[in-house]
C-alpha cells in the first residue's frame, strides 16, 4: 500500500507542480506519509526547488476566527510584532539557519522541520498545555485546544498553520502579514485621494545630488563591523524608480563612499580575504556593466554604472572586466575559494577563472547543459545542492553588483551574514552602488563601483588585475579529443574509462544533465556546426536553437578537472 501511495505522490509532483522524477522521490522518501503530498512539496521548497506547475492551495484558515473565542490561542496584534526579530531573525534554539518562522501566537521565532524542529516544537507545546489545562466542561461546550498554531516564514512572509497542515490566510492573518511588510520592507504612507503608496527609503529630506546620505543607521551605511567615524556614502545620482519593479527592492539612487572611506573599508575586506578558509564572490550583473552587458538595476539616465561604456550590441562578444579578473587572480592565489554567479555572461571564465570552482546558478550562455532559466523553469538541482553546501561553508561573502531583491541564491548572503553576528567567520561584505534590503544584515557595505573596488584590492593583497589565458594550445586540430577521462554513458569523471569526443563540424551530441524541461523544449540532441571567431563550439538542436559550448570546458576535460562533461557523441 505504502509504494503505492508513495508512487502517486511523485506522480503528481511531477506532473502538477513540476518536479523532476529524481527530486520527487527523494522528498517522498523523506517523508513519514507517503501519501502526503503537501509534506513533500514542503520538504522540496525547503531545499530550494522552485514550483512551476500550479501553486499549493492557500486555505481560509478557520482556526484564525475560532480563536478569537480563546484568549490563550489568540493571534498578536500587529503593534506586538517584533522588528527586530522580523528584520534580523534568529532561532530561539540558536540553530544557525535563515529557514525560521516566527509564532503569530506570541512572537517567538523558531527553526523549520527539517532543519531542528524549533518552530513546530514550540506548536506541540503549546498545544498540549493547553490541552492539559482545558476543562471537561469546556470540552463539552465546544472548546478546544489550539495552541500556538500559526506561524509566518521570514523568509518569504508566508503563513502555515499546523491544524491546517497548509499555508493560510484569512482577514487577521493578512493583517499581520502587511504589518510584517511593512517592517520588513518599509513604512507606507498615505498619498492622493488617501490611496497607500510605497515610502521611497530615501524620501526624507528630499535627496540632493552631491548630498551625504541620512536617516540610514550607520551600520547600513558601513556594516555592522565597519566604523561609526566612517564618512556617510555621497548622492552620486537621484532616481526615485525602483530599482527592480516586481522584486523586493529599494530605490534606484545611487551612492558613493568618499575616497578615504572607501580604502578603509577595501583594507578592512583585504584582511578578511586573507584570513578566511571558505571566501565566497556571489556577483550579479552589475560586475559585467564596465563590460557593455546592460543590467536591470542602473535605471538612472546618469548612472555612475554606465559612465564610460556603450552597451554591446552583441554581448557574447564581451570582454571580462577588471573584476573578473581580479576575482580569478585572487582564487589562483587561494584567497577566493568559489564564485556564484547569477549572470549568464561567461566573463568570468573569459578571464581564466577555473569552470569546477564556479556555480553559474540561473543558467550559462556557454554551457548546453544549464540554460538561462525563466520564470516558468526550475533551478538545476544539483547547482542548487552545491550553493546549499557553500551556504553553510562560507566564512566569507562578497556580494557584488547584486540588487539582492529576494532570489533563492541570495541566502548564501544572509546565511553567511547571520553566522558572523553569532561569532563565525567575517560574515558578507556587500558591494553596489545602490542601497539593498540586505543592507543592515551586512558586516561591511562598500559603494562604489565593482572595478575600483577591486582595483585597490588588487594592491592591498598584492595580485594582477588581467586574465589568466585560456590554454587551448594543446587542442587537437581536428577538433577530435582523445582520452577523456569519462564515461561515455553519463559524461561523468571516471578513473579507469577514456573516451573520445569528436566535435567536428556535421557530429552528432547529446547533451547530459540537461533539465527535463529545457529537453522538452528544444530536445537533447544537437549538431555541431561550426566554432565562433573565440573558438567556442557551435551546436544547433533540430535547426531552432544554436548554442554555445565554452572551449574552456574542453581544456578542462582534457586534464579531467570538471567532474562531467557537458556533451557526448551519440553512438
Same mark, same amino acid.
Given at each position: 500500500?505504502?509504494?503505492?501511495?508513495?508512487?502517486?505522490?511523485?506522480?503528481?509532483?511531477?506532473?502538477?507542480?513540476?518536479?523532476?522524477?529524481?527530486?520527487?522521490?527523494?522528498?517522498?522518501?523523506?517523508?513519514?506519509?507517503?501519501?502526503?503530498?503537501?509534506?513533500?512539496?514542503?520538504?522540496?521548497?525547503?531545499?530550494?526547488?522552485?514550483?512551476?506547475?500550479?501553486?499549493?492551495?492557500?486555505?481560509?484558515?478557520?482556526?484564525?476566527?475560532?480563536?478569537?473565542?480563546?484568549?490563550?490561542?489568540?493571534?498578536?496584534?500587529?503593534?506586538?510584532?517584533?522588528?527586530?526579530?522580523?528584520?534580523?531573525?534568529?532561532?530561539?534554539?540558536?540553530?544557525?539557519?535563515?529557514?525560521?518562522?516566527?509564532?503569530?501566537?506570541?512572537?517567538?521565532?523558531?527553526?523549520?522541520?527539517? $532543519?531542528?524542529?524549533?518552530?513546530?516544537?514550540?506548536?506541540?507545546?503549546?498545544?498540549?498545555?493547553?490541552?492539559?489545562?482545558?476543562? $471537561?466542561?469546556?470540552?463539552?461546550?465546544?472548546?478546544?485546544?489550539?495552541?500556538?498554531?500559526?506561524?509566518?516564514?521570514?523568509?518569504?512572509?508566508?503563513?502555515?498553520?499546523?491544524?491546517?497542515?497548509?499555508?493560510?490566510?484569512?482577514?487577521?492573518?493578512?493583517?499581520?502579514?502587511?504589518?510584517?511588510?511593512?517592517?520588513?520592507?518599509?513604512?507606507?504612507?498615505?498619498?492622493?485621494?488617501?490611496?497607500?503608496?510605497?515610502?521611497?527609503?530615501?524620501?526624507?529630506?528630499?535627496?540632493?545630488?552631491?548630498?551625504?546620505?541620512?536617516?540610514?543607521?550607520?551600520?547600513?551605511?558601513?556594516?555592522?563591523?565597519?566604523?561609526?567615524?566612517?564618512?556617510?556614502?555621497?548622492?552620486?545620482?537621484?532616481?526615485?524608480?525602483?530599482?527592480?519593479?516586481?522584486?523586493?527592492?529599494?530605490?534606484?539612487?545611487?551612492?558613493?563612499?568618499?575616497?578615504?572611506?572607501?580604502?578603509?573599508?577595501?583594507?578592512?575586506?583585504?584582511?578578511?580575504?586573507?584570513?578566511?578558509?571558505?571566501?565566497?564572490?556571489?556577483?550579479?550583473?552589475?560586475?559585467?556593466?564596465?563590460?557593455?552587458?546592460?543590467?536591470?538595476?542602473?535605471?538612472?539616465?546618469?548612472?555612475?554604472?554606465?559612465?564610460?561604456?556603450?552597451?554591446?550590441?552583441?554581448?557574447?562578444?564581451?570582454?571580462?572586466?577588471?573584476?573578473?579578473?581580479?576575482?580569478?587572480?585572487?582564487?589562483?592565489?587561494?584567497?577566493?575559494?568559489?564564485?556564484?554567479?547569477?549572470?549568464?555572461?561567461?566573463?568570468?571564465?573569459?578571464?581564466?577563472?577555473?569552470?569546477?570552482?564556479?556555480?553559474?546558478?540561473?543558467?550559462?550562455?556557454?554551457?548546453?547543459?544549464?540554460?538561462?532559466?525563466?520564470?516558468?523553469?526550475?533551478?538545476?538541482?544539483?547547482?542548487?545542492?552545491?550553493?546549499?553546501?557553500?551556504?553553510?561553508?562560507?566564512?566569507?561573502?562578497?556580494?557584488?553588483?547584486?540588487?539582492?531583491?529576494?532570489?533563492?541564491?541570495?541566502?548564501?548572503?544572509?546565511?553567511?551574514?547571520?553566522?558572523?553576528?553569532?561569532?563565525?567567520?567575517?560574515?558578507?561584505?556587500?558591494?553596489?552602488?545602490?542601497?539593498?534590503?540586505?543592507?543592515?544584515?551586512?558586516?561591511?557595505?562598500?559603494?562604489?563601483?565593482?572595478?575600483?573596488?577591486?582595483?585597490?584590492?588588487?594592491?592591498?593583497?598584492?595580485?594582477?588585475?588581467?586574465?589568466?589565458?585560456?590554454?587551448?594550445?594543446?587542442?587537437?586540430?581536428?577538433?577530435?579529443?582523445?582520452?577523456?577521462?569519462?564515461?561515455?554513458?553519463?559524461?561523468?569523471?571516471?578513473?579507469?574509462?577514456?573516451?573520445?569526443?569528436?566535435?567536428?563540424?556535421?557530429?552528432?551530441?547529446?547533451?547530459?544533465?540537461?533539465?527535463?524541461?529545457?529537453?522538452?523544449?528544444?530536445?537533447?540532441?544537437?549538431?555541431?556546426?561550426?566554432?565562433?571567431?573565440?573558438?567556442?563550439?557551435?551546436?544547433?538542436?533540430?535547426?531552432?536553437?544554436?548554442?554555445?559550448?565554452?572551449?574552456?570546458?574542453?581544456?578542462?576535460?582534457?586534464?579531467?578537472?570538471?567532474?562531467?562533461?557537458?556533451?557526448?557523441?551519440?553512438?
Amino acid at each position: 500500500m505504502e509504494t503505492t501511495e508513495a508512487e502517486a505522490t511523485i506522480e503528481r509532483l511531477v506532473t502538477v507542480f513540476g518536479f523532476s522524477p529524481e527530486r520527487s522521490r527523494r522528498a517522498v522518501d523523506a517523508i513519514g506519509d507517503k501519501s502526503d503530498v503537501q509534506a513533500a512539496y514542503n520538504w522540496l521548497l525547503d531545499r530550494g526547488e522552485e514550483d512551476r506547475g500550479g501553486p499549493v492551495d492557500v486555505r481560509i484558515c478557520d482556526h484564525a476566527s475560532a480563536a478569537d473565542d480563546n484568549p490563550g490561542s489568540s493571534l498578536i496584534d500587529p503593534s506586538e510584532i517584533d522588528a527586530d526579530a522580523l528584520k534580523s531573525p534568529r532561532c530561539a534554539g540558536g540553530c544557525d539557519t535563515d529557514e525560521v518562522w516566527m509564532c503569530l501566537g506570541c512572537g517567538k521565532v523558531g527553526c523549520g522541520r527539517y $532543519v531542528n524542529g524549533h518552530g513546530i516544537g514550540h506548536f506541540n507545546k503549546t498545544l498540549a498545555a493547553e490541552e492539559a489545562a482545558l476543562t $471537561v466542561s469546556e470540552a463539552s461546550k465546544g472548546k478546544t485546544a489550539l495552541g500556538h498554531y500559526a506561524a509566518i516564514g521570514l523568509r518569504d512572509l508566508s503563513v502555515w498553520c499546523y491544524h491546517c497542515q497548509s499555508y493560510v490566510t484569512s482577514p487577521r492573518i493578512e493583517r499581520l502579514v502587511k504589518r510584517c511588510e511593512e517592517i520588513k520592507f518599509g513604512e507606507k504612507k498615505t498619498g492622493e485621494g488617501g490611496m497607500e503608496v510605497e515610502k521611497s527609503d530615501d524620501e526624507s529630506p528630499a535627496l540632493e545630488k552631491g548630498g551625504a546620505m541620512k536617516d540610514v543607521p550607520w551600520k547600513s551605511m558601513h556594516g555592522f563591523m565597519g566604523s561609526p567615524d566612517w564618512d556617510p556614502p555621497v548622492i552620486a545620482t537621484v532616481c526615485d524608480s525602483e530599482a527592480r519593479p516586481g522584486y523586493r527592492t529599494m530605490r534606484a539612487h545611487e551612492y558613493l563612499d568618499t575616497q578615504r572611506t572607501l580604502r578603509a573599508k577595501v583594507a578592512l575586506l583585504a584582511s578578511w580575504i586573507r584570513k578566511a578558509r571558505s571566501a565566497v564572490v556571489y556577483s550579479g550583473a552589475g560586475i559585467s556593466t564596465a563590460a557593455g552587458i546592460g543590467d536591470y538595476a542602473s535605471v538612472a539616465d546618469d548612472s555612475v554604472a554606465r559612465t564610460g561604456t556603450k552597451l554591446k550590441l552583441l554581448p557574447m562578444t564581451a570582454s571580462p572586466t577588471l573584476s573578473h579578473c581580479v576575482v580569478t587572480q585572487l582564487h589562483a592565489a587561494g584567497l577566493i575559494h568559489h564564485w556564484i554567479q547569477q549572470n549568464h555572461d561567461g566573463l568570468p571564465q573569459k578571464a581564466g577563472f577555473p569552470q569546477q570552482h564556479i556555480n553559474e546558478i540561473h543558467g550559462a550562455w556557454y554551457d548546453v547543459s544549464n540554460p538561462v532559466v525563466p520564470m516558468s523553469g526550475t533551478l538545476r538541482s544539483d547547482l542548487m545542492e552545491w550553493l546549499l553546501e557553500w551556504e553553510q561553508k562560507a566564512d566569507l561573502c562578497i556580494a557584488v553588483g547584486s540588487s539582492l531583491c529576494g532570489m533563492n541564491a541570495d541566502r548564501v548572503v544572509t546565511t553567511t551574514a547571520r553566522k558572523a553576528r553569532s561569532g563565525a567567520g567575517f560574515g558578507s561584505a556587500i558591494v553596489s552602488l545602490q542601497r539593498t534590503q540586505l543592507d543592515d544584515l551586512a558586516s561591511l557595505r562598500i559603494f562604489a563601483s565593482c572595478d575600483d573596488v577591486f582595483d585597490l584590492l588588487a594592491s592591498e593583497l598584492g595580485v594582477r588585475t588581467g586574465p589568466i589565458p585560456i590554454e587551448i594550445r594543446d587542442f587537437p586540430e581536428n577538433d577530435v579529443f582523445l582520452n577523456l577521462p569519462y564515461s561515455s554513458q553519463d559524461g561523468r569523471r571516471t578513473e579507469g574509462e577514456k573516451m573520445t569526443l569528436d566535435l567536428r563540424i556535421g557530429k552528432s551530441v547529446k547533451v547530459v544533465n540537461q533539465p527535463e524541461w529545457d529537453s522538452k523544449r528544444i530536445g537533447n540532441v544537437a549538431l555541431v556546426v561550426g566554432k565562433n571567431a573565440e573558438g567556442d563550439f557551435l551546436l544547433n538542436f533540430d535547426g531552432r536553437k544554436t548554442r554555445t559550448l565554452g572551449r574552456w570546458w574542453l581544456m578542462h576535460a582534457m586534464k579531467g578537472e570538471i567532474p562531467r562533461i557537458p556533451v557526448l557523441n551519440l553512438n
